[in-house]
Nanobody, 129 residues
Framework: QLQLVESGGGLVQPGGSLRLSCVAS????????ISWFRQAPGKGREVVAAVASYEGNTYYSDSVKGRFTISRDTNKNTASLQMNNLTPEDTATYYCAAKAGIHTIVAVRTFTEHMYDYWGQGTQVTVSS
């Protein structure tokens, strides 16, 4: 049973950066799709970035492309989301999610949140001056 714990959220000014981490235990992230979702107040949960299992290809939503970078460290069994040039629209609770199995990034792009097997508890990111 994979367990995910996020950290790294906080309050940052517009234009600033944060790095979120997702530490996994009970399984190897290498064999899971890892995605970062976010949910702003009053809105649904949306995927912002994903990394495919094994092959390591990545996907980004249009709203974060060029600003966010997802990565996975198989030695540390962690995933990260580097967020740069943050705006108030990035304010949300960010969740790390994992889906077991080997999936290409082409398939991952079609995944909905209900298809993920494991979720972290979330970490709050607030972008405000």
């Amino acid at each position: 049973q994979l367990q995910l714990v996020e950290s790294g959220g906080g309050l940052v000014q517009p234009g600033g950066s944060l790095r979120l981490s997702c530490v996994a235990s009970g399984g190897m992230l290498q064999y899971h799709v890892i995605s970062w979702f976010r949910q702003a107040p009053g809105k649904g949960r949306e995927v912002v970035a994903a990394v495919a299992s094994y092959e390591g290809n990545t996907y980004y939503s249009d709203s974060v492309k060029g600003r966010f970078t997802i990565s996975r460290d198989t030695n540390k069994n962690t995933a990260s989301l580097q967020m740069n040039n943050l705006t108030p629209e990035d304010t949300a609770t960010y969740y790390c999610a994992a889906k077991a199995g080997i999936h290409t990034i082409v398939a991952v792009r079609t995944f909905t949140e209900h298809m993920y097997d494991y979720w972290g508890q979330g970490t709050q990111v607030t972008v405000s001056s």
